[in-house]
């Protein structure tokens, strides 16, 4: 390394130049954490709705560090830390993680109220989900951890290059289970008249709730993606602007779908009038049901 006045600056050598973008996603990360901590812990009835929301509150805390180093970085020499760089860009490449368990979570539990599943049943296609997830999440950050550090101005992986089979396994992983949730929320979303158990006054936010899920699990999808690839074509554009109109907000419009506790209440609709036979369920006691 050369005297301090030449020293490299890591962030303007990756591009990283833009206070303004960074600013403006953490100062919507944080709305959107509040936004969730105020439904996790304030409108949230039960333990089922609020289990839900904890990768978002994941997600949340993730993405605001990852914005603030990104801020923070690209002033004065900040960027000639290299130990920083590489930090900030390991945090950047793992913080959408929680999204995707999110987007399964919801998709089990809305499977296991449309299809009336057993408890042990729900238990095990979580346990399943679970692990194909964290898998999946293992080997990105393996790889993220690996590439980064190795090459923190990034460097086009050959095939034989074993932490490129890390890559491919856990985006695939992800990819996936995006792509699943996708065609299961417009099954069960079309399987909600069917289902004689629900009671009327819950369909209307079920299929609220598919909506949305279909939406997200696009959003996911496409940035997912996208995201692979770049991985294969690492030339094709390198504008800050691109990145995060591409790559990021599509997490974001993700998170504004549920800034309102409105699309998970039916959670606590349906498990707070469980105690009420359903036939007998009237507008009236059944907001009663949702007061006790």
């Known amino acids: 390394m050369s005297s301090n006045g030449s020293a490299l600056n890591y962030a303007h050598l990756a ?23 105020r439904n996790r812990f304030f ?13 978002l509150l994941a997600w949340g805390i993730l993405r605001m560090i990852g914005m603030a180093m990104r801020v923070n970085i690209v002033q004065g020499d900040n960027g000639q830390n290299l130990g920083y760089y590489k930090a900030a ?3 950047g490449n793992i913080g959408y993680f929680p999204l995707s368990i999110s987007l399964v979570l919801n998709t089990i539990e809305s499977i296991t109220i449309v299809f009336k599943l ?15 997830f964290f898998l999946s999440v293992i080997c990105l950050v393996v790889f993220a951890f690996d590439y980064i550090i190795n090459y923190p101005l990034g460097y086009v992986l050959n ?22 949730t996708l065609i299961t929320v417009i099954y069960v979303g079309v399987s909600i008249e069917r289902a004689n ?13 598919m909506v949305v899920l279909l939406l997200q699990s696009a959003l996911l999808f496409v940035k997912l993606a996208f995201t692979e690839f770049r991985n294969w074509n690492p030339k094709t554009d390198t504008d800050e602007a691109y990145y995060f109109c591409i790559q990021v907000l599509p997490e974001y419009l993700y998170m504004l779908f549920l800034a309102s506790h409105r699309v998970k209440r039916v959670f606590d609709d349906i498990e707070l009038s469980e105690n009420v036979d ?3 369920m009237t507008p009236g006691n059944f907001a009663l049901a949702r007061q006790e």
Do not use: C, M
């Open 89 to 91: 860009q390991i945090v």
């Open 197 to 209: 158990h629900v009671y009327p006054a819950h369909r209307r936010g079920l299929q609220l709730l």
């Open 278 to 280: 359903l036939k007998d």
């Open 43 to 55: 409108f949230a009835k039960t333990a089922h709705t609020r289990t839900v929301y904890t990768p």
């Open 118 to 132: 057993q408890p042990s049943t729900s238990k095990k296609f979580k346990l399943g989900a679970f692990i194909y």
């Open 15 to 37: 591009g990283w130049n833009s206070q303004a973008f960074p600013a403006v996603f953490l100062t919507a990360a944080i709305v959107l954490t509040i936004l969730t901590i």
């Open 159 to 180: 095939s034989t290059d074993a932490i490129l089979v890390l890559r491919e396994i856990g985006t695939a992983g992800l990819i996936s289970l995006s792509g699943i």
